[in-house]
T-cell receptor, first 115, second 112 residues
Framework: ETGVTQTPRHLVMGMTNKKSLKCEQH?????MYWYKQSAKKPLELMFV?????QTENNSVPSRFSPECPNSSHLFLHLHTLQPEDSALYLC?????WGAGANVLTFGAGSRLTVL | QQQVKQSPQSLIVQKGGISIINCAYE??????FPWYQQFPGKGPALLIA?????SEKKEGRFTISFNKSAKQFSLHIMDSQPGDSATYFC???????????FGGGTRLMVKP
């Protein structure tokens, strides 16, 4: 493992379900990220947290709700998703926001299928 | 201004051949150019990176060539091996607070 652990690795949910993706990093990093990876947009930034504070929200629909309780944990809460939201969701971390934001360590991703 | 264009989208190379992936950028404030490698079922991982004060950086079989005037950089994989089969992403970033901007990715297949 890379030091960034994501669970679950695979998730199938209906459009009315509520589920959450979890990310944990063991690297002592201060910034954490959610990316969406799909065939149409290979690496699409969703959210950025630095020291638990959200610094970026890349116009993501409200059916995706991030939560960062501390610098080591990041969640992505999912509610009333659409089939087009099916994708690989990648969590990443970096030492810091700003100058340290250009070296990312990624987790293995959570493969989401929305039926 | 923030876009990084990567080509080709897919590449098939024979074992022992040279794989070449190209990227172009517009933002002259970019000053850090990494390449990430992603194997199936894994997240991307940093492979090699360059800053514009040098025109080339080599690590083993992997070389980045950088052309500042043309705003282009490329990844060369010498003696390509089947184990190099993966998706490769170029990226670029600038000064503090400037996020990594990723290219669209290249799926490389090295045939035995």
């Amino acid at each position: 493992e890379t030091g960034v652990t994501q669970t679950p690795r695979h998730l199938v949910m209906g459009m009315t379900n509520k589920k959450s993706l979890k990310c944990e990093q063991h690297l002592g990093h201060n910034a954490m990220y959610w990316y969406k990876q799909s065939a149409k947009k290979p690496l699409e930034l969703m959210f950025v947290y630095n020291f638990k504070e959200q610094t970026e929200n890349n116009s993501v629909p409200s059916r995706f709700s991030p939560e960062c309780p501390n610098s080591s944990h990041l969640f992505l809460h999912l509610h009333t998703l659409q089939p087009e939201d099916s994708a690989l969701y990648l969590c990443a971390s970096s030492q810091d926001w700003g100058a340290g934001a250009n070296v990312l360590t990624f987790g293995a991703g959570s493969r989401l299928t929305v039926l | 201004q923030q876009q990084v264009k990567q080509s080709p989208q897919s590449l098939i190379v024979q074992k022992g051949g040279i794989s070449i992936i190209n990227c172009a950028y517009e933002n002259t404030a970019f000053d850090y150019f990494p390449w990430y490698q992603q194997f199936p079922g894994k997240g991307p991982a940093l492979l090699i990176a360059i800053r514009p004060d040098v025109s080339e950086k080599k690590e083993g079989r992997f070389t980045i060539s950088f052309n500042k005037s043309a705003k282009q950089f490329s990844l060369h994989i010498m003696d390509s091996q089947p184990g190099d089969s993966a998706t490769y992403f170029c990226a670029a970033s600038g000064n503090a607070g400037n996020m990594l901007t990723f290219g669209g990715g290249t799926r490389l297949m090295v045939k035995p």
